[in-house]
């Protein structure tokens, strides 16, 4: 599920909030900041920006960001959950929370005791709402895909959207209804909706997944930016200009907002650190990751400037409706969660685009621990699908990395059925997309990914001699590192590889030999855990290949911790 970011989980203050959040306001426009810019010549944005010499420059905006919250001054100031604050239940209402617990993983007793407007803090940084931004930006779409949403989560995520947004860039609120089963999402919904004329109900016919979901809100949207948001989440103050800020000033960057922590226990609104960036890890693996110091310092970053980020966690970002299209969108072969977000930030950076974190803009988003709906098909099934889909189009050799770390059962393509992907491959090629090697050394250079485990000489420890592969075939001589015939890798295969030859056990008593490699033949496969180890053969699990004492032959033999001749070293090991 998704991870957290990192959060001081200060807990805030009523007094502080109401305070800090009355200071910022400022719903004018500001003709003495124009004037005040011209003299200055002062830029907008800092920062990586300042750098960027692609697009032509525009003239800075004119007008501070809108902070308009008409919930400022909540009627029910009192009330549970109010400002964002921890709301408590009292011990005997401990059942009923439990009771509840699972209609959406998070607290919802609390939630339908919270009021659905109600306020949180402003927690932008300081200069945040001094920030200029243009008069002309872009209108957006919002989309919130939802199946099953709670009520209360489902009606504070739309209220506040209509009460953070300035109304003229506010085109309209799509909800597409990823066909729910609940009763109160439908008239119930419906009815409620219609008070607020901008807000749409799209119901699809059958349950698609939020990826064919948000695809089906994009195809009705007007506005000229689509915003896609989670159906659990409450905008901020000023949250909305910002980002549609980023994109009228390069419609090829995809900006996101902060993702705040909204509690799934006590529903309280809570602060994440600065600074932090969507990565992945092995086997693509979403996560957050602090911008090291030393980084900000050489880009003179202040808190309030975009951050690039390799991935975006998924959920929450606007992009140009017709960049959005012209990337050719969300593989539609994605099934009902998880991947897209690494799909569509690999597209984005490989094929021209940026994607960043928007610190002036700040959306709460309830993390919990389970998805509360259920998976048409098996949930990690669907999960690992998506994921090798991705893998398959965009990651070209360091898709052995992805396999290679726990997934070299999804090689096995008659265990999955992972679709055709001829289009997105055409797509790719289309786009003339940059390679996964350029990304990596261009957009996520602190990325550690070898392309093998290990590489170099084979040294054998009992034997003092090294493995080489001279006219086909496989026999010993003395290390010498400049024999390219000596060199071999150890690769996320798990194939003793050299070239297109992989060492293979061919049988137990007529030696060894070498087999083309093939990435779905698990017989090729040795496990070899580190530095003068073993070598164990992947599909008996017991037998270790072995030198001969005497010379230049090879076994396959029963594994014995102790037999040197069976340890094992290659000169450089990449990972632990
Ligand atoms: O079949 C489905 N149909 C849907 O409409 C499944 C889900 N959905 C809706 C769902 O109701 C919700 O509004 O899609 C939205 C996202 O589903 P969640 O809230 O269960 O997802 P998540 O928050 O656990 O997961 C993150 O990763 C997902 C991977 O597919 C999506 O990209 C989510 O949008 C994404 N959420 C965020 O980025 C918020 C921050 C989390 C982090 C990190
Ligand atoms: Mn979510």
């Not at 008069?135 to 009606?155: A, G, K, M």
């Not at 960049?323 to 099934?335: M, Q, T, W």
Request: with cysteine.
């Amino acid at each position: 599920h998704a991870p957290l970011p990192t959060s001081k989980k200060e807990p805030i203050k009523s007094g502080d909030v109401v305070q800090s959040a009355l200071d910022k306001t400022n719903s004018k426009m500001d003709e003495n900041v124009k004037d005040e810019l011209n003299k200055t010549g002062k830029k907008l944005q800092t920062g990586e920006d300042s750098k960027d010499n692609s697009v032509p420059a525009r003239k800075p905006g004119v007008h501070k960001v809108l902070s308009l919250d008409v919930t400022l001054n909540p009627r029910d100031a009192n009330a549970v959950g109010q400002f964002g604050q921890a709301a408590l239940f009292a011990s005997n209402e401990d059942a009923e929370v439990r009771k509840r617990w699972d209609e959406g993983h998070f607290n919802v007793y609390l939630s339908d005791k919270i009021p659905v407007d109600r306020a949180i803090p402003d927690t932008r940084p300081e200069m945040c709402a001094q920030n200029l931004v243009h008069d002309d930006l872009p209108s957006t779409s919002v989309i919130f895909c939802f199946v099953d949403e709670v009520w209360s989560t489902l009606l504070r995520s739309v209220h506040s959207v209509l009460n953070r947004s300035p109304p003229h860039l506010l085109k309209e609120i799509i909800l597409v209804d990823d066909f729910s089963t609940k009763d109160y999402l439908k008239e119930p919904l419906d009815k409620y909706m219609s008070q607020f004329p901008k807000v749409k109900i799209i119901r699809l016919k059958e349950r698609q997944g939020l990826i064919r979901a948000r695809l089906a809100g994009a195809a009705v949207a007007k506005g000229e930016v689509l915003t896609f948001l989670d159906s659990h989440i409450e905008c901020n103050v000023g949250w909305l200009e910002p980002l549609l800020e980023r994109v009228y000033l390069d419609r090829k960057k995809v900006p996101c907002p902060v993702i705040e922590v909204i509690s799934d226990k006590d529903m309280s609104y809570m602060l994440v650190d600065n600074f932090q960036r969507g990565v992945f890890k092995w086997p693509l693996v979403f996560g957050w990751s602090a911008l090291p110091e030393e980084y900000i310092k050489k880009h003179n970053m202040t808190v309030a400037d975009p951050i690039r980020c390799p991935v975006m966690a998924g959920g929450l970002f606007s992009i140009d409706k017709k960049y959005f299209y012209e990337l050719g969108a969300y593989d539609p072969g994605l099934d009902v969660w998880g991947g897209e977000n690494m799909e569509i930030s690999f597209k984005i950076w490989m094929c021209g685009g940026e994607i960043e974190i928007i610190p002036c803009s700040r959306v709460g988003h309830i993390f919990r621990g389970q998805n509360p709906y259920k998976f048409p098909k098996d949930r990690q099934k669907t999960v690992e699908r998506n994921l090798v889909r991705v893998a398959e189009v965009w990651l070209d050799e360091y898709k052995d990395l992805f396999y290679g770390h726990g997934y070299h059962h999804l090689l096995d393509r008659k265990a999955i059925d992972i679709g055709n992907l001829t289009e997105q491959i055409e797509l790719r090629k289309r786009l003339k997309c940059k390679s996964f090697k350029w990304y990596l050394e261009n957009v996520y250079p602190d990325m550690d990914a070898p392309l093998a485990k290990a590489e170099g000489l084979v040294f054998n420890r009992g034997l003092r001699k090294c493995l080489a592969l001279q006219s086909g075939s496989l026999s010993f001589e003395i290390c010498d590192l400049s024999k390219q015939s000596q060199h071999f890798n150890y690769t996320w295969m798990r194939h003793i590889r050299q070239e297109d030859l992989c060492v293979a056990p061919q049988s137990k008593d007529s030696g060894f030999g070498l087999q083309p490699c093939d990435n779905t033949k698990p017989e090729l496969r040795w496990f070899h855990k580190s530095s003068n180890s073993a070598l164990v053969e992947f599909v008996s699990h017991h037998m270790c290949l072995e030198a001969g004492a005497l010379g230049d032959t090879l076994h396959l033999n029963p594994c014995v911790p102790r037999n040197i001749f069976q340890k094992w070293q290659f000169t450089h090991y990449h990972a632990q």
